[in-house]
């Protein structure tokens, strides 16, 4: 990628996924390798949480709340990149751009497919003072493709290594894999849920918003006939490119089971078996030398050990090679902008279906 202007190439990734748990912010400097330089989780009051979860499904005066919503996420995520700058002590002027997500309320892959997201830039970007690049999604949907995963590239810059398959995985809400060989991105996919279901039961059950390192799920025995019929879900069969989200797991995808008749604890322990076994299927299908996990559930231990019991090669999160699993997909959305700064494409075509690379994003000036 060519190098940009900026003496300093600082640059402000924010993230807030399908778990709608906190905005993730990081600041990253690239020399040309990534270094976070600072990172702050942004907590989501609980109303805003319930108006955007309530965005995710169908329902009446749509259009009004999501522009409300949009309007008072922007504003959340110019507090959390305000937060991050202080307390790196680090000034808006010394930023050349903020690459932000948003908050997906709908994605929906396939002919004449669409991505939305919230979180205004305009805000952002007049809050901050900050160029910020936003919508990075559509153009990669436009041009055939899922426009998801975006991370594949970022995956290939910070992770690849010569001589090795390696897969990585972000385990957020979603999960989702990124095949590399050597440095190149050679494939890659959403392969399901990741913590979604777990999170949706364990608040269904006993209100809480996670199950802290599984332990609620390693109480119980996994439901093996109910696992095997959750296989056969038709995503998890689909052939790649595929992505996915709130659409297809949720609560209301939980409430299709006969769950209520089986321990609660039982029904935990099935679901994150379902997280790993959809997950640890498509890395032994891609025949990884190395799995390295990303994202909130790298820190679920009972997931990782279930993974490390199913995967044919070594397991590890990427703690290990520098970069703290939660700190991932926010510096991915730093080098995303980094990359429309520069007139680089984001998106990886072998995984999104795309039938070109390109340029991603809008960029919104303060
Ligand atoms: N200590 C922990 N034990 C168990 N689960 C955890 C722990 N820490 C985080 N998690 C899980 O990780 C989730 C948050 O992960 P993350 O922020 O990566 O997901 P996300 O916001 O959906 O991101 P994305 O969709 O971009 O991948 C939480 O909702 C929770 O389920
Ligand atoms: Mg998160």
Same mark, same amino acid.
């Given at each position: 990628? #060519?190098?940009?202007?900026?003496?300093?190439?600082?640059?402000?990734?924010?993230?807030?996924?399908?778990?709608?748990?906190?905005?993730?912010?990081?600041?990253?400097?690239?020399? #040309?390798?990534?270094?976070?330089?600072?990172?702050?989780?942004?907590?989501?009051?609980?109303?805003?949480?319930?108006?955007?979860?309530?965005?995710?499904?169908?329902?009446?005066?749509?259009?009004?709340?999501?522009?409300?919503?949009?309007?008072?996420?922007?504003?959340?995520?110019?507090?959390?990149?305000?937060?991050?700058?202080?307390?790196?002590?680090?000034?808006?002027?010394?930023?050349?751009?903020?690459?932000?997500?948003?908050?997906?309320?709908?994605?929906?892959?396939?002919?004449?497919?669409?991505?939305?997201?919230?979180?205004?830039?305009?805000?952002?970007?007049?809050?901050?003072?900050?160029?910020?690049?936003?919508?990075?999604?559509?153009?990669?949907?436009?041009?055939?493709?899922?426009?998801?995963?975006?991370?594949?590239?970022?995956?290939?810059?910070?992770?690849?290594?010569?001589?090795?398959?390696?897969?990585?995985?972000?385990?957020?809400?979603?999960?989702?894999?990124?095949?590399?060989?050597?440095?190149?991105?050679?494939?890659?996919?959403?392969?399901?849920?990741?913590?979604?279901?777990?999170?949706?039961?364990?608040?269904?059950?006993?209100?809480?918003?996670?199950?802290?390192?599984?332990?609620?799920?390693?109480?119980?025995?996994?439901?093996?006939?109910?696992?095997?019929?959750?296989?056969?879900?038709?995503?998890?069969?689909?052939?790649?490119?595929?992505?996915?989200?709130?659409?297809?797991?949720?609560?209301?995808?939980?409430?299709?089971?006969?769950?209520?008749?089986?321990?609660?604890?039982?029904?935990?322990?099935?679901?994150?078996?379902?997280?790993?076994?959809?997950?640890?299927?498509?890395?032994?299908?891609?025949?990884?030398?190395?799995?390295?996990?990303?994202?909130?559930?790298?820190?679920?231990?009972?997931?990782?050990?279930?993974?490390?019991?199913?995967?044919?090669?070594?397991?590890?999160?990427?703690?290990?090679?520098?970069?703290?699993?939660?700190?991932?997909?926010?510096?991915?959305?730093?080098?995303?902008?980094?990359?429309?700064?520069?007139?680089?494409?984001?998106?990886? #075509?072998?995984?999104?279906?795309?039938?070109?690379?390109?340029?991603?994003?809008?960029?919104?000036?303060?």
């Amino acid at each position: 990628m #060519p190098r940009t202007t900026s003496a300093n190439d600082l640059y402000v990734g924010l993230m807030s996924g399908t778990s709608v748990d906190a905005i993730d912010a990081a600041l990253v400097r690239f020399s #040309p390798a990534c270094d976070i330089v600072a990172w702050h989780s942004h907590p989501i009051p609980e109303q805003l949480r319930c108006g955007i979860l309530e965005l995710c499904q169908p329902g009446d005066n749509e259009i009004d709340r999501f522009g409300q919503l949009d309007v008072a996420l922007g504003d959340l995520f110019a507090e959390a990149t305000l937060a991050l700058l202080d307390s790196a002590g680090v000034s808006a002027d010394a930023v050349t751009a903020i690459g932000s997500h948003g908050q997906t309320v709908r994605h929906r892959p396939g002919e004449g497919g669409f991505s939305l997201q919230l979180g205004s830039a305009d805000v952002i970007s007049a809050r901050t003072g900050i160029a910020t690049v936003a919508n990075f999604r559509n153009h990669d949907m436009v041009l055939g493709g899922q426009g998801a995963p975006l991370v594949p590239a970022f995956h290939a810059s910070v992770f690849g290594l010569a001589g090795e398959r390696r897969v990585v995985a972000n385990i957020g809400g979603m999960a989702n894999i990124t095949v590399l060989d050597g440095d190149a991105v050679s494939g890659g996919y959403d392969t399901g849920p990741g913590n979604v279901l777990m999170d949706s039961w364990i608040y269904q059950q006993r209100g809480e918003h996670l199950d802290h390192n599984g332990e609620w799920a390693a109480s119980g025995q996994c439901l093996d006939e109910l696992l095997a019929d959750m296989l056969t879900d038709d995503f998890i069969r689909r052939p790649a490119p595929k992505s996915t989200g709130r659409e297809d797991f949720d609560a209301h995808w939980l409430a299709r089971w006969p769950l209520e008749q089986s321990a609660p604890a039982d029904v935990q322990a099935t679901l994150l078996a379902f997280t790993a076994r959809s997950l640890a299927d498509a890395v032994n299908n891609a025949a990884a030398d190395r799995l390295l996990v990303c994202g909130g559930g790298a820190r679920n231990d009972t997931l990782m050990r279930a993974l490390a019991a199913l995967c044919n090669c070594p397991v590890t999160s990427t703690d290990d090679y520098g970069v703290p699993p939660e700190q991932v997909e926010a510096a991915a959305f730093a080098w995303l902008a980094r990359a429309r700064m520069a007139g680089a494409p984001g998106n990886a #075509p072998a995984v999104t279906g795309a039938n070109r690379a390109a340029v991603l994003g809008a960029l919104y000036l303060p």
